[in-house]
């Protein structure tokens, strides 16, 4: 060997190279060749792939990222593993096509499962694939995307796999707060795979193809007798809106992965980032009549929250997440104003807007989030109370809504209140009340807040007049009009500055866009301690 220099026309190279210089186009070309392959794939493998209606790993990237900005980091890797069947059979990207892009020309990390390569299992090379990139987006402060399609531990690899799992988890709390995560479920995550989607902040699952548990039907069957279809144990509509592990259902690949993009564009890229604004729409002096038609004065009467939700916000358009799960209560991201924020709501139209368990459980994840990646809150307020019922309790119902006060009580981000109209008891408070720190309390002139509902109130403190009256009836229609007259009006709060001012319906949006103007640099350090104990 001796030093030469070696000249292939676009690079200049120097080093201790043999003496007679590589061919280099024909090296060039057998790379090309060798990664044309590997994304290529199997074709039997690929066809079975579309026979059972699901795209390739690298079509799902394909639709996911901005057009040729998929950067692929080790399509070479392969497994080390002598165990049984895969000692000959090591085939590149071990399962797990992985790199970063772009959304809209904004940075991601990605990684997407690969079902034609062992079904997509994962052992300890395809593990420490997912680990670079996990590490590379909280370095770089890039939200991190994972498509999951696999059969979960690769059974070959034995505890090595356990073990990259592990690797997976601890990463994906490392990340918690510091970079959004998306966890999109296109196949099977079976076994503790499902605690990757479970610890994202967002998991999309579509129809028919996406499935999730911990153990499969014929496991269920063995232990409880019981005879369940995938798509009952862990489909897509289960997990949407019984469980609420899924974020987002979608009925294709195609308008899952659009969804995704979506969402990217309404988030940071890390808790540091403020949230993408667009520029000012005028909501600030955008004067919505309708809005006042939208909600009944009778405050027993359902209408749909959303419908108030797309007066208040830009082009009428938000993302709501778990559509389906614990309906009575929404929880959305918009624009005000060109400003991202996060809205919560009361849902009169599905169980009267009543707090439960999972909904007090559905608010708090997102508050949470929206505090750790400086989402200012708007909250929407037009609540009974909490659920009464021996389930509720049973069920864990105060456990339960102190996680929803928790969060609200420990968010630091801009956080205004709108009482549309009935606002009663504890519920009252935990929707973001002064009490709890809400920076501005707007309500409308039909709103009540009270202690309770005037027939209640009525009940309670005049039942033994009611008892000897010679006309109940009359007495209690006369108490009820006191009580209502007394209390169930906005003045009474606002006297006493719990109410920051008492609003036109039709000029909410623009009050909301005034007040997030208004706190948009608020800083709130929290108390010096490890961290808070929340109720989970
Ligand atoms: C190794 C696997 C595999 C696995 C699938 N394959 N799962 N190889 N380890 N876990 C291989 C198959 O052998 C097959 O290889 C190819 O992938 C496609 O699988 P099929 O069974 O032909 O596909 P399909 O009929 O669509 O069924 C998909 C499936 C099924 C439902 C996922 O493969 C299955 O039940 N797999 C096992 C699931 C499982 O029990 N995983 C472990 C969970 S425990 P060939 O060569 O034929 O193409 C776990 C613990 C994690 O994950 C704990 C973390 C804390």
Redesign the pocket.
């Known amino acids: 060997r001796r030093l030469v220099r070696v000249d292939d026309g676009d690079a200049r190279v120097l080093g201790l190279v043999p003496a007679t210089e590589p061919d280099m186009p024909s090296l060039r070309r057998q790379r090309d060749e060798l990664r044309a392959r590997i994304a290529a794939g199997r074709s039997d493998?690929v066809r079975r792939q579309h026979s059972?209606g699901k795209l390739t790993a690298r079509e799902r990237l394909g639709l996911l990222l901005d057009e040729d900005s998929f950067v692929e980091l080790e399509p070479y890797r392969r497994h080390r593993s002598d165990g049984p069947g895969l000692a000959a059979n090591r085939p590149h990207t071990d399962g797990v096509v992985a790199g970063s892009g772009t959304i809209d020309g904004r940075q991601v990390f990605v990684y997407a499962q690969d079902?034609t390569v062992?079904?997509g299992?994962l052992g300890e090379a395809h593990a420490a694939k997912i680990h670079k990139i996990l590490d590379l987006a909280i370095a770089n402060g890039a939200p991190v995307i994972g498509l999951n399609d696999s059969?979960?531990?690769?059974?070959?690899e034995g505890v090595l796999?356990?073990d990259g799992?592990?690797g997976i988890f601890r990463r994906q709390v490392e990340a918690s707060g510091v970079v959004p995560q998306i966890s999109v479920i296109l196949g099977?995550c079976?076994?503790?795979?499902a605690?990757s989607p479970a610890l994202a902040d967002f998991t999309f699952m579509v129809r028919d193809t996406a499935r999730m548990y911990l153990t499969?039907p014929d496991v269920v069957e063995a232990v409880s007798g019981r005879r369940v279809t995938h798509e009952e144990l862990g489909g897509a509509d289960v997990h949407g809106s019984r469980s609420g592990v899924a974020t987002v259902v979608h009925d294709d690949e195609e308008t899952c992965l659009a969804d995704v993009r979506y969402l990217v564009s309404l988030l940071p890229s890390n808790y540091l980032e403020v949230p993408p604004a667009t520029a000012a729409t005028g909501a600030k002096n955008d004067h919505r009549p309708r809005l006042a038609e939208l909600v009944p004065v009778e405050h027993n009467r359902p209408y749909d929250m959303r419908e108030v939700f797309a007066e208040v916000v830009d082009d009428g358009e938000f993302f709501e997440l778990h559509e389906g799960w614990a309906r009575n209560v929404l929880c959305a991201l918009a624009r005000i104003d060109g400003r991202v924020a996060g809205l919560v709501g009361n849902q009169p139209a599905v169980f009267a807007g009543v707090l439960d368990g999972p909904a007090a459980q559905k608010a708090a994840r997102f508050v949470r989030f929206c505090d750790a990646f400086g989402i200012p809150l708007v909250s929407f307020v037009d609540v009974p109370g909490f659920l009464p019922g021996v389930e509720q309790e049973q069920g864990g119902i105060i456990r339960q809504g102190a996680q929803l006060l928790h969060a609200y009580c420990e968010a630091t981000v801009p956080r205004i209140q709108v009482i549309v109209r009935k606002a009663y008891g504890g519920a009252y408070i935990v929707m973001d009340s002064r009490s709890i720190g809400t920076d501005l309390s707007l309500a409308w002139p039909t709103n009540q807040i009270a202690v309770m509902g005037a027939e209640g109130a009525v009940n309670v403190l005049h039942r033994r007049e009611l008892a000897a009256a010679a006309d109940p009836a009359a007495l209690r229609a006369r108490l009820v009009a006191d009580y209502t007259r007394e209390y169930l009006n906005p003045h009474y709060a606002a006297e006493r500055g719990l109410v920051d001012d008492i609003i036109d319906p039709a000029d909410t949006r623009a009050a909301v866009a005034r007040g997030l103007a208004m706190l948009q640099d608020k800083r709130k350090p929290g108390p010096a301690r490890k961290h808070g104990n929340q109720p989970i």
């Open positions: 493998a059972n079902f062992f079904g299992s059969g979960g531990a690769r059974i070959q796999a356990l799992y592990g099977p079976a076994g503790g795979a605690y499969g």
